[in-house]
């Protein structure tokens, strides 16, 4: 029993046209699910990837609309690391932002920079043979799109107290120093930790990551959720969201896990072609459609070039 790497990140918005505008317009990702946030149906719940939805590149934001800019401390994960296939990808990503004004720190073997309410993102050349996740833009040559996650990295102070959850429990792989892999039959992910600003008082709000989903096999979730509980996790009962289910926990460090199935995926109710066009609701949040379509703002999504509008 493995997890098979990252199923998704999930962080928060205060502006959600905004953030489609970066995410699609800019990183080219596409949108593959608009929803909204079970818990709280009054907001939305945006979810971008490659064209299928497929775990392993499902960045996901919360929009709590006009948030104020959080700041990532101890026990949040500060990182997001994607994939792309060579140096070019790089070269070619510095420029792209450079022409929406935002700077990015290109290194020898990365690219450092910020979305526009301060997440913060890496790209780097991936050496793994994880079949290689994109989404299509007719600006972006396919060479150089994003390729799904390579991992991310989260502040702690005290990483010890997590190496039996992550090793023992979940089957995490150590590394050199603070760095652990998740990796099952078909995908793989890193999970690692940076020592936390002394300076910093955390603060959840936007630009910053809410929560990480590791993936797993549908029929293992129930075994996940007692392993880790075994070691000392509270773990909730397994959730159904209709799209996934879950289980989410507390690791020692303070970073919200979940663990969350492969399927039964975005195209459940919506067909692929069209995934993110509309407003997508599970069935027992489906009676508020038209109170929601009211009231949520509206997205600039999809393009003229998906939606077959283009001259």
């Known amino acids: 029993m493995k997890l098979e790497g990252i199923h998704h990140i999930s ?19 596409r949108m593959v699910k608009r ?7 009054n907001m939305y719940h945006l979810f971008y990837g490659d ?9 996901t934001f919360f929009e709590y609309p006009g948030a104020a800019r959080g700041v990532a401390g101890a026990g949040m994960v500060h990182r997001i690391v994607w994939r792309v296939a060579a140096r070019e990808a790089l070269e070619f990503w510095k420029e792209r932002l ?67 959850l992550l090793g023992d429990a979940m089957g995490f792989k150590r590394g050199q120093g603070e760095h652990w892999e998740a990796r099952g039959e078909h995908r793989g992910g890193f999970y690692a930790y940076d020592p936390a600003p002394p300076e910093i008082n955390r603060t959840q709000g936007a630009g910053t990551v809410h ?71 599970p069935p027992p949040l489906e009676h508020l459609r038209g109170q929601l379509e009211r009231t949520l703002s509206p997205l600039p999504y999809p393009p003229a070039w998906r939606s077959g509008t283009a001259d």
Not at 11 to 29: H, K, M, R, S
Not at 51 to 59: A, N, R, Y
Not at 136 to 149: K, N, R, S, T, Y
């Open 11 to 29: 962080a928060i918005t205060g502006d959600a046209a905004a953030n489609v505008e970066f995410y699609t317009g800019v990183l080219g990702l």
């Open 35 to 41: 929803t909204v946030n079970q818990d709280e149906p």
């Open 51 to 59: 064209e299928h939805g497929s775990p392993g590149m499902d960045l």
């Open 98 to 164: 450079s022409a929406y004004e935002l700077s990015a720190e290109l290194t020898e073997d990365s690219l450092l920079f910020l979305d526009p309410e301060g997440l913060e993102h890496e790209l780097v050349v991936s050496t793994a043979e994880d079949a290689p996740l994109r989404a299509e833009d007719p600006v972006i040559p396919a060479e150089h799109a994003l390729q799904g996650f390579e991992g991310v990295r989260a502040f702690s102070n005290a990483p010890y107290r997590s190496e039996r």
């Open 211 to 281: 929560h990480v989903a590791f993936a797993a096999v549908m029929d293992d979730l129930e075994a996940w959720r007692m392993r880790v509980a075994d070691v000392g996790a509270r773990p909730t009962p397994v959730i159904d969201r209709y799209y996934f289910k879950s289980v989410y926990f507390l690791e020692p460090s303070g970073v919200l896990f979940e663990i969350a199935t492969i399927g039964p995926g975005f195209a459940v109710d919506e067909d692929e072609r069209h995934l993110g066009e509309g407003l997508s609701l």
